[in-house]
């Protein structure tokens, strides 16, 4: 067999696995870390937009604006290209940790914000009635509440953020998208590059999107 | 005790409490009637600041509860128990964590004393066999005998129920009037009910305020207010209630 996907180029491929595997676990490292960071931001964007005061929503607003309406390669170019010049340095995996965290970090904010409006009114006020601050009320009566109807759709943005961490080949981010890109290169060799690469980003992407869907039937089934 | 100084309440331009003159009493049992709009939920929620008058005070034990730091009102706010129409049941918790979950955290007692208060409460609303469940495994009757075993829990010194019976089907509306009953007589807790039940007004209150357009048109005891009605709007609420 010849072409692309020849025993030949596929017998290269496995020679070099472990190039492959070393740069699916910077995958899910970056990954791991910026769906962390993802949730901080948006429980706390998510709760300055249920709360209060007019400013912080402003300006949490403007945040996920930006950043929801850019494409997340021009945010990662701006972070390797640009910062360094304002003296800002970042290794790639924190850009891509940053990166992901801030884009995702503006959808996950939405997410939390309507399951937070989900909860009802009343379980605030309970919560209040009995002496509870704001903040306590939150967090140990609606927050729990609306994990529930924010986790389906949260588990969906963490495969949109395994996915899009792929983006941080353009700045050579050691990730698998990358070491395809460039083993690929190197060897001439595509076919059996691309397609196993696109195996193993299904293989923890699958799993994570049936969760959701599993997480979303539960939820309809307990409302 | 509760007193109210020429308090007004709006929302936006609308002016629903309109100088509420007002002394409840400690220990005593108060029974709001007043047609829908009148301004009896938000005569409630002014006690515990919910709602905070644009003029005017509202006086707990002598303090006025729109001066203080928020950990004060936080705090006065534990002894003041709050029932509502739609029982408001924490869904994520068992029956017990409902009742034990604020008094511990906010430290009304030990956990074992307060686990103790919960049973206790629990048995003097009938609840006891349910303790394990949660509150979607509950009628709405049993779920508002919950609440008001939750409000007890935090032993509190005064007790708000807002049209608690309102959104029960029928059949169970007279399981929570009897524990109500009850727990009015056995407790000296300020109590002060919106309610329409007329029958239970006059079982358990010493006082009937009668609330129309955001001012007190009637006041008196509730045999008066029933069957002896001074102000014509309350005779034709009355006569509109009963038939
Ligand atoms: N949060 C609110 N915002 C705006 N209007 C309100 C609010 N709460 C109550 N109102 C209005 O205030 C009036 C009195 O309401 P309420 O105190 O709930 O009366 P009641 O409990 O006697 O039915 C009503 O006209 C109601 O629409
Ligand atoms: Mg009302």
């Not at chain 1, 909860?119 to 927050?143: C, D, I, K, N």
């Not at chain 1, 080949?169 to 190197?186: F, K, Q, R």
């Not at chain 2, 309610?195 to 006082?207: G, L």
């Amino acid at each position: 067999m010849n072409g692309p996907f020849s025993w030949r180029n596929w017998l290269t491929w496995f020679q070099d696995w472990q190039y492959f595997l070393q740069g699916f676990g910077r995958t899910l490292w970056i990954s791991f870390l910026g769906l962390f960071f993802t949730l901080l931001i948006g429980v706390a964007v998510g709760l300055v937009l249920c709360g209060k005061s007019r400013a912080l929503k402003r300006l949490c607003k403007a945040y996920m604006s930006f950043f929801q309406n850019t494409p997340l390669v021009i945010q990662v170019f701006i972070y390797y290209n640009m910062l360094p010049k304002l003296g800002i340095m970042m290794g790639t995996v924190t850009i891509g940790v940053v990166s992901l965290a801030l884009y995702t970090g503006a959808y996950a904010a939405d997410i939390v914000a309507s399951a937070i409006r989900a909860v009802p009114l009343g379980q605030m006020e309970a919560a209040q009635s009995q002496g509870f601050s704001y903040m306590q009320s939150m967090m140990r009566v609606v927050l729990p509440q609306a994990v529930k109807v924010g986790l389906p759709p949260m588990t969906n943005q963490a495969v949109n953020l395994i996915k899009n961490s792929s983006v941080m080949a353009v700045v050579a981010g050691g990730e698998l998208m990358y070491c395809t890109d460039s083993w690929s290169g190197n060897n001439l060799i595509y076919g059996p590059a691309f397609v196993m690469t696109g195996i193993l980003y299904l293989i923890i992407c699958l799993p994570t999107s049936m969760l959701a869907r599993h997480l979303e039937k539960r939820s309809l089934k307990d409302a | 005790m509760i007193r109210f100084e020429d308090v007004h309440v709006s929302f936006g331009n609308l002016e629903v409490l309109k100088g509420i003159n007002l002394v409840v009493a400690e220990g005593s049992k108060t029974v709001v009637i007043g047609p829908s709009g009148g301004g009896k939920s938000t005569l409630l929620r002014t006690i515990n600041l919910f709602e905070k008058p644009k003029k005017g005070r509202v006086l707990v034990n002598g303090h006025d509860m729109n001066g203080i730091a928020n950990h004060k009102l936080y705090q006065a706010r534990q002894s003041i128990g709050m029932v509502f129409q739609n029982f408001n049941l924490y869904p994520h918790k068992t029956v017990l964590e409902n009742l034990t979950m604020a008094p511990i955290l906010l430290k009304r007692g030990s956990k074992q004393e307060v686990t103790e208060r919960a049973m206790a409460n629990l048995a003097a609303v009938n609840m006891t066999e349910k303790v394990d469940a949660y509150p979607s495994q509950l009628s709405g009757g049993q779920q508002q005998r919950v609440a008001i075993a939750r409000a007890l829990t935090m032993n509190p010194e005064i007790l708000l129920f807002d049209e608690p019976t309102s959104a029960l089907d029928p059949e169970m509306i007279q399981e929570v009037l009897d524990t109500m009953e009850r727990v009015a007589e056995e407790r000296n807790i300020t109590m002060i009910f919106v309610t329409h039940e007329m029958k239970f007004a006059e079982h358990i209150a010493d006082r009937v305020l009668f609330l129309d357009g955001g001012c007190i048109m009637e006041d008196d005891i509730p045999q008066e207010v029933f069957h002896n009605p001074k102000n014509p709007r309350t005779t034709a609420f009355l006569g509109k209630i009963l038939h």
